[in-house]
């Protein structure tokens, strides 16, 4: 059972709790290119970094944020004219339990070509797969461009990763044995917060 889907939106705003990060920065955190992440006190296992795989995109932070102007540029967007908080990317995060026995280079690459399915080849920015945190897990840059305009956090609002949580229920997660987490709601929320904070107690 597993929750395979995250979603986060990349850009300056800090609007309802945001964490600011450029795409900049998002881009050198996948490609383990920020050295102070790397560091004796890191969760990343720095001797597995050569695990990584990249899938799509350019192999380089400022590859990739050049990527993302020229996207942008090409659906007639003038970045110079957006709010200095606007949306620079998406991120979506696949990600699989520390023990699974799913073949992770299958997953992943089933992950990716669902994503392209969702939101086009040509809007993808980056794609890449960690092996060396205690989780494999995949990451998915996307320059938030739908039928050739900027749409910013409405790419991927709450409805619309609500929908792609579905599709990818029935569409990729079978295929692989994996059962997804169903969203807590009601009584049954309010009992999991109680016993949780029981446990903390």
Known sequence: VINPIAAKTIGASTYRGRKAQTLLQAAGHNLRAIQKELGANSHIDATRI??????AGPGTPAG???LALTLMAGGGVDVGK???????AHELLFTLPADTTVNTQDYFKHC??????QFGRD???SAVIHRDESAPHMHIL????????????SLIDRARLAKLRTSFASDVAPAFGLRITPPL??????????????RLQ
């Open 112 to 117: 990716h070509a669902w994503t392209v399915d």
């Open 82 to 88: 957006l709010r200095k908080d606007h949306t620079q």
């Open 50 to 55: 050569c695990l990584n795989e990249i899938l």
């Open 123 to 125: 809007n993808i920015l």
């Open 64 to 66: 990739v944020a050049a």
């Open 185 to 198: 709601t009601g009584a049954a929320r309010v009992k999991v917060i109680e016993l949780i904070y029981e």
């Open 142 to 153: 996307i320059v938030p461009i739908q039928a050739g305009r900027y749409v910013g956090t």
